[in-house]
C-alpha cells in the first residue's frame, strides 16, 4: 500500500485521524479481497476499482472525500457547481468516505480527496489525489477527450468581449493621464520632462504611482518634475513646492495640492483642512503603501486587501492582487471590491488554484489593448476589475467606451498569473511592461 502522500492540499497533513480512519478501513478489504480489478486505464496510479461505472452516456467524475477535511471542504462547491451546470455532459458523485466506508471500498484510495474520472463505459481514465479546482478538473476532461460543457452547451455562457473600443478616444492627447487615462485636470496637473518628451499627469499621486514603477535609477528624478501651482494653475519645480494633503470625508481617500510655498498652503489649509508638507514627507507617505505584486504606490482605499501568511497586502488591481500567490508562492485571500457596485468579492486560493469564490458568479475584467504587433496585452492596472457577475460587469463596459478586453473567469486570471516566471514578477506592471502607450 502507498503511504499517506505529505503534500498540502491532500487531507493527509491536516486530518491524520480521518486518513487513519481510512487506512484502517482499506487493511480491512485488502486482507479480505482478491487482486483489485486491473484496467488498462491510462494514467491510473493505483489499481483502481470499476464497481460504479457511469449511467447513461456521460462520463463521471467521483470525489472521494469527508465533510470535514479541509481539501474535501474546498471541493464541495466546485463538485456543486459541476453537478448543477454540467448536468447534460457529466455526471458527479461525491462519496463521504468516512460516513459511508463501505462506498468507497472498491476504490482503493488512501488518501483524500481523490477524483476518479470515469468514462461513459465506466472504465478508470486518470484519478487526481488533493485539491483539483474547476478550471483543471475541466481542462482534464478536455484532454481526455470529452465535451464537458454547461447546460445548454458553450454557447449558452458566451464569454463578453469589446475588441474595439465602442466609442474612440477623439481626447487630445495633452489632456489625457499618462498613468491613469484620465482627464488631466489643469490645477492638478503634473508634467514630467524625460527624454521621450513631456509625461502628462493628471495629479501628483499619478506622479508617485510612475516614480514607483520606474525601472531606471531614480535619484535626483523628481529635477524633471513640475507641478501646478492650485492657486495660480502655473507650473513650479516640485522641489520648491509646499504640499496640502487632505482626507476625502466619505472615503478616507487622500488628496493633494501643490503651492508654490508653505505660506500660500497653510492659508489654503484655513478653508480645505488638512496636513501641509514638503516633498519628502509627502513622497513617504505615497509609497509608503505599495502593491504585493507589482510594488506600484497605491492607497488602499483604491486596492484589493490581500491576506498571505496572516499578513495584510495590497493589491493595486484586481488582478494584480491575484499576483500575490505567485510572487510569494503562498495561499492567498483577496477582498476586491465590485467595479461597479463595489459589492465584496472574496477569493481564496489554495496551490495556485481557486479554492473558493464568492459570491460564485463573480467574473474578471482582462482589459487588454492591441500593441503595434497587433498583439493583445494588459491594458494596465487602471483597466481591470473583479464583479459580482457577468450583468455587473457588461454595465461597467458600457459606462467605459473607451476600454477593450475581454471577460475570463477568475481562475483564469488567477491562471494566467501563475504561469509568470520570477523575472516577469519583477518586471511587471513597470512603465513600458504592460500598458501600451
Ligand atoms: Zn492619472
Ligand atoms: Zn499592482
Known sequence: MNTVARVENVCATRCARLVAGVLVVMIAWLAGCGAPTKTDAPPAPKAGGTAQPASGKKPKLLDLGAGKCIPCKLMAPILEELKKDYRDTLEVEFVDVWVTPDAAKPY???????????????KELFRHVGFFS?????AKWKELG?????????AAAPAFERLEPAKADDRPKDTVCYMCDGDII????????????????????CYFIMYSCLMEDKAGFEKKVSVTDYATGKLIPTTDAAYLLGLTAKTGRPWIRAFADTAAAEKERETAGGNVLT??????KELANRCGFCDRA???????KVTCDGMQTLGCCSHCALGVAVRTGKDI??????????EMIVVKTLNGSVASLEPPTAVAWFGQRQNKEGKWVSAGCFHQGFFVNAENLKKWVAQHPNDTGRQISIAQALADKMKLTPQQVQKACKIGECAPK
Request: proline fraction near 8%; include cysteine.
Open 333 to 342: 485571500e483577496v477582498h476586491q471590491p465590485d467595479g461597479l457596485t463595489g
Open 134 to 138: 474547476k478550471e483543471d478538473i475541466l
Open 186 to 205: 489643469a490645477k492638478t496637473l503634473v508634467v514630467v520632462k524625460t527624454e521621450k518628451g513631456e509625461v502628462r499627469l493628471c495629479s501628483p499621486h
Open 298 to 304: 497605491c492607497y488602499p482605499e483604491d486596492s484589493a
Open 146 to 154: 470529452f465535451k464537458v460543457e454547461p447546460v445548454g452547451g458553450a
Open 108 to 122: 482503493g484510495i488512501d488518501t483524500i480527496p481523490t477524483q476518479i474520472f470515469f468514462g461513459p463505459d465506466g
Open 279 to 284: 516633498l519628502a514627507a509627502l513622497q513617504g
